[in-house]
């Protein structure tokens, strides 16, 4: 009897150990005041020190769609009641834009209204961090910070479906050179066994697929690296030149995530868009406003983000636009330890 109810407590304890492991919390609300307010309560559970680096994505000129500077003062300000010393951080971009130079992406930043309560450091500058598929360069500023809180506006990804924290993390935290070689990591490369079914042909979102010779031929100057016609590949006849682009994203993000002291994830579901807030035209919004979340662990916050916003377009909003599966990414980030795909909402 005494070693029945001895087992039973064990059992118990085990399921609750279990419980808390297996599923990561994710706070929920659809009310930006009560975000807010939670944080202000919840912050200081989460990350410690003086510095902390806010990861978040400024915008592109015409897109209206991205973060609001008011929003993201009112974190600013809670961070800072909070005894923090906030600053915003971004990294330049690879591709023709303001954004491209650490000297235009801060003037475009102000033009936008953001730093108006704490400065904004925009720097290429990195430290290198071996992975298993290539070496990526991790943004000091970030490295450096006591913590950093990663702010990302969820909107649909040309090349990850799906753009989140990981999204947030395994491009924007890296340097030009690293993204440069995610996305040439994912070009496809033709092998052999083409059955001309056209399925690359289909799928390719930039229409870089022609036939010559009974096999494809791809375009460098118009391939994004998504790796969306390996995956639809039926015989193996292409493949990512390094790797697939939602495994280097993730392992990029992965990488960043190693170098960081303290790190909590806020993912705010409103204006989605088709498409990222690198485009001058992010396309149309395709999903009502969601509300906001926020969690340690930027798997479950990813993978609660994509659940939500199904629930509330009533379908796969960001696979129907981009055709890619925006779980794929997020799966791979949970192979490289940075979370778990399980969680549970509280609000
Ligand atoms: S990687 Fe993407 S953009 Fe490049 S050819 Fe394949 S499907 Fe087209
Ligand atoms: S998907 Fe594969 S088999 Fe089909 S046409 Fe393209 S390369 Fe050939």
Redesign the pocket.
């Known amino acids: 009897m005494i070693l029945d109810i001895t087992s039973i407590i064990f059992k118990y304890f085990q399921c609750i150990w279990a419980y808390w492991w297996f599923f990561m919390d994710v706070f929920y609300t659809e009310d930006e005041s009560r975000l807010i307010s939670w944080l202000d309560e919840n912050v200081k559970k989460f990350l410690q020190g003086k510095n902390i680096a806010i990861k978040l994505h400024m915008g592109e000129r015409k897109n209206p769609h991205h973060l609001k500077p008011g929003f993201v003062d009112k974190i600013v300000a809670t961070l800072k009641m909070q005894g923090f010393k906030p600053f915003l951080f971004d990294s330049p971009v690879i591709y023709k834009s303001d954004r491209n130079t650490e000297e235009g992406y801060l003037a475009l930043a102000k033009e936008k209204g953001f730093g108006d309560r704490c400065p904004i450091v925009v720097s290429d500058e990195s430290t290198p961090v071996k992975m298993k598929n290539m070496t990526y360069d991790v943004c000091k500023a970030l490295s450096d910070a006591d913590c950093i809180l990663v702010l990302t506006h969820v909107k649909g990804h040309m090349?990850s479906g799906f753009g989140g924290a990981i999204k947030n993390l395994g491009m924007g935290a890296l340097s030009k050179e690293s993204k440069g070689k995610i996305h040439e990591g994912?070009?496809?490369e033709y092998k052999d066994g083409c059955t001309e079914c056209n399925a690359?042909e289909e799928?390719?979102?930039?229409?870089?697929?022609r036939f010559e010779d009974s096999q494809p031929y791809?375009?460098k100057t118009?391939?994004?690296?998504?790796?969306?016609?390996?995956q639809?590949c039926p015989t193996g006849a292409?493949a990512?030149k390094k790797e697939e682009?939602d495994t280097l994203l993730s392992e990029g993000a992965a990488a960043a995530a190693s170098t960081f002291k303290k790190a909590f994830y806020i993912n705010v579901l409103s204006e989605i868009t088709e498409s990222c807030d690198c485009m001058s035209d992010p396309g149309e919004i395709i999903c009502e406003d969601a509300g906001f979340l926020a969690s340690a662990d930027p798997v479950a916050i990813d993978a609660a983000s994509i659940d939500i916003v199904k629930k509330k377009a009533g379908k796969d909003v960001f696979k129907e636009t981009n055709k890619k599966d925006p779980m794929l990414h997020v799966k791979r980030a949970e192979m490289y330890r940075m979370g778990s795909c399980d969680y549970v909402i509280t609000s």
């Open positions: 090349c994912g070009e496809p690359c799928i390719c979102p930039t229409g870089n697929v791809f375009d118009w391939c994004c690296g998504c790796s969306l016609c390996v639809a292409i990512a682009f």
